[in-house]
């Protein structure tokens, strides 16, 4: 059987010739091809951008007031619910995610993503500041045009409504790229915009590497916005490119986040928030405390009730219901985490996991890890201060609250992180030390969007989520208004 070439998507339609589609896209739970994915060389992300330009410069979207823009939103989150069952395949198929959690969380979350957004539209409030008598001073906020969204493989579906929902509530148009190994669900939303009612153009797909295609995008002078999500050094490597031309950027990139676990913390509920945390979607999942320190009185106890329970984790094929962990979902994320583990292995004690796993036919050549528990882990080691974006959480000990900040705090990133503790004061206090842009305490990884999320240190710059996550779509304008004759002009200069 022929297989589909996956082409960029451009006023509204799939462009079938844009270059070559060499590029062969895999189900990660079963190795299998799923087609050819095209590779968009600069001349192609030209034309694309081309086309956003001129959708965003023209009838209709100029035209369109903020609450039909928001309109147009609720439409795209009904539609996805009722097509939810063919966007669960999708995202199935490229990423290997259980059934169950694509389900019950990916898909909820997105649809609120875009809800929220759709309510927000026309919530944005510029100002009037008081001047002379003779001038009126307003401020506004004006969108940037064409804004590029860059986006990662670890969760494609959600992170395109995450740069998508705000970019339109705010009236710009905007470019999707994501990654080259998942670009079913992102060409999936695209097509559902246009089928709500967005104008064509305005959300536009380029595919293909970022080495070539995004780099591209990210130089084109017609991108005046960047909001990328995926590693610290492709960040660090986008926010020196649109240096050259003064382009906005917005960067959420890695983490290696700490859950505090204290003495007279719920340890029962802790377990499973450390448990959810390290290994939902195979523990590839940026915000995911990976690091579980632990105040050294209970922390045999501890390790005791998390080994117990991760032996039972059931991985497998993402189809089946019952299945919670996943493969990993790109080969070379794959080998990354195992060239991690073969390292920790010999300096920290294994508790469960460590390896491969064998999963039966149809998945017995996907990409599988066994959810992997790691103590004896101190700061310095690799597996303790890197980001291994897979299934391996690791437990630290601490002595006191003093030492468990600064072990948490001792790591590059600042992204996330969680205490648990009943004493309510020592909650706070160390939330607050904790130097990450969002902390849960006695709670783990619940998402709303009406938080925002502005991560600290290397894991980025700038803010999503949340009214500032859409503020973060518009450019500033100030306007000063003479309204008498005699309104003085200049710095009283003349
Ligand atoms: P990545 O390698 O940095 O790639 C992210 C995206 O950037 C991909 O679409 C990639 O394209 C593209 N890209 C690479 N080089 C580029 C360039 N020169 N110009 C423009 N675009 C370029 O990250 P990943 O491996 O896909 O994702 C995992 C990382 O994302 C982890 O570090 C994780 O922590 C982070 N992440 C962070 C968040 C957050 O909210 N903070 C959320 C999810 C993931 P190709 O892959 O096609 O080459
Ligand atoms: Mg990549």
């Excluded at 999503?464 to 450019?475: D, H, Q, T």
């Amino acid at each position: 059987m022929t297989q589909p070439t996956f082409a960029p998507f451009i006023d509204g339609e799939s462009w079938q010739d844009a270059g070559p589609a060499d590029f062969t896209v895999t189900n990660p739970a079963t190795g299998e091809s799923l087609g050819q994915e095209t590779e968009c060389d600069r001349a192609a992300v030209g034309k694309i951008v081309a086309s956003s330009q001129s959708a965003f410069q023209q009838r209709p979207w100029q035209k369109m007031s903020a609450a039909e823009r928001g309109g147009l939103l609720l439409r795209l989150a009904d539609l996805m619910e009722q097509q939810s069952e063919a966007i669960v395949e999708t995202e199935l198929l490229d990423t290997g995610k259980p059934i169950s959690q694509l389900r019950a969380g990916e898909l909820p979350l997105t649809a609120a993503i875009i809800r929220f957004y759709a309510g927000a539209a026309d919530k944005v409030e510029g100002s009037i500041k008081s001047g002379t008598p003779g001038e009126v001073l307003m401020q506004m906020y004006e969108p940037y045009g064409v804004v590029a969204g860059i986006l990662p493989w670890n969760y494609p579906f959600v992170n395109a409504a995450l740069k998508v929902a705000p970019a339109i509530a705010t009236g710009n148009a905007i470019v999707l790229k994501p990654a080259q190994e998942t670009p079913l669900g992102t060409l999936a939303f695209a097509k559902l915009c246009v089928e709500a009612g967005i104008p064509p153009g305005i959300v536009n797909v380029v595919l293909g590497s970022g080495s070539v295609t995004g780099q591209a995008l990210i130089e084109h002078p017609d991108v005046r916005k960047i909001s990328f999500t995926g590693s610290t050094a492709v960040g660090q490597h986008i926010q020196k490119s649109a240096a050259d031309q003064m382009k906005m950027v917005n960067l959420e990139c890695g983490g290696k986040n700490a859950m505090i676990v204290f003495a007279d913390a719920d340890l029962d509920r802790a377990a499973e928030a450390a448990l959810l945390s390290g290994f939902v979607n195979a523990g590839q999942l940026c915000v995911s405390c990976s690091r579980v320190l632990v105040e050294s009185s209970i922390a045999a106890e501890f390790e005791a009730m998390l080994t117990e329970r991760a032996q039972k984790i059931v991985l497998g094929n993402p189809r089946n219901e019952s299945t919670q962990v996943g493969p990993m979902i790109t080969r070379s994320q794959y080998d990354i985490a195992l060239s991690y583990l073969s390292e920790a292995t010999s300096d920290c004690n294994v508790l469960c996991g460590g390896s491969t796993a064998d999963i039966p036919s149809p998945c017995n050549d996907g990409y599988w890890i066994q959810p992997t528990l790691l103590s004896g882990v101190r700061p310095g080691m690799k597996v303790h201060d890197e980001e291994i974006f897979g299934p391996v959480l690791s437990v630290v000990r601490f002595k006191d609250e003093q030492e468990a900040v600064s072990i948490a705090n001792s790591v590059n990133y600042g992204l996330s992180g969680s205490v648990w503790t009943k004493d309510g004061s020592r909650g706070l206090r160390v939330s607050k030390a904790l130097d990450t842009g969002i902390c849960w305490l006695n709670t783990m990884l619940t998402g709303y969007p009406q938080i925002s999320l502005s991560p600290h240190k290397l894991s980025g710059t700038g803010v999503e989520l949340g009214m500032e996550g859409m503020l973060a779509y518009l450019k500033r304008k100030s306007i000063v208004i003479g309204i008498d004759d005699d309104a003085p002009v200049g710095w009283g200069l003349g």
